[in-house]
């Protein structure tokens, strides 16, 4: 498979905690193509296709030099089998526009948008953790943290 990541420049990842490098390697070392197109290098093609300049690389497992690059080309959203973005550095109403224009070139065919626009209203990142409780401490979900028990959380009684 080809997979696309539109990314923060690529200096400005720390691989030792960025989530995208960690797909990248582990897609790498399934035998995938990786291609890293920057926030930026997204446009508009004639027929509503999203052209891109995107950078095949090859990730290593070595996080100060966590990638190898490879030639740049510009290509179409729809020759890529996947698009995944993690632009952590733009701001909010930008990467809104971003991932409208990605999903707008994921359209056609087959291939797989993993983050469609309407994940940013339908499904907080900051609240995705609650559906998964098993994994979690008591967790409370507020604008402000306080020292009072929510109702809803057992209080431990001594015995």
């Given amino acids: 498979m080809k997979f696309a990541f539109i990314l923060d420049p690529l200096d400005k990842l720390k691989a030792y905690k960025d989530s995208s490098i960690a797909m990248m390697r582990a897609a790498a070392r399934r035998g995938h193509e990786i291609f890293a197109i920057q926030r930026d290098a997204l446009g508009t093609g004639n027929g509503g296709t999203v052209p891109a300049q995107a950078l095949a690389i090859t990730p290593t497992d070595v996080d100060d030099a966590w990638y190898v690059p490879g030639a740049t080309s510009s290509q179409p959203l729809t020759a890529f089998d996947a698009v995944l973005k993690n632009c952590a550095r733009t701001r909010p109403s930008i990467r809104v526009h971003h991932r409208h224009l990605a999903a707008r070139g994921g359209r056609p065919g087959k291939r ?20 998964f409780p098993q994994f979690i401490p008591p967790t409370r979900v507020a604008r402000a943290a306080t020292t009072s028990t929510p109702s809803s959380t057992p209080t431990a009684t001594p015995s």
């Fill in 112 to 131: 797989a948008h993993l983050q469609p626009p309407r994940s940013i209203r339908d499904h907080s990142e900051k609240i995705a953790i609650t559906e």
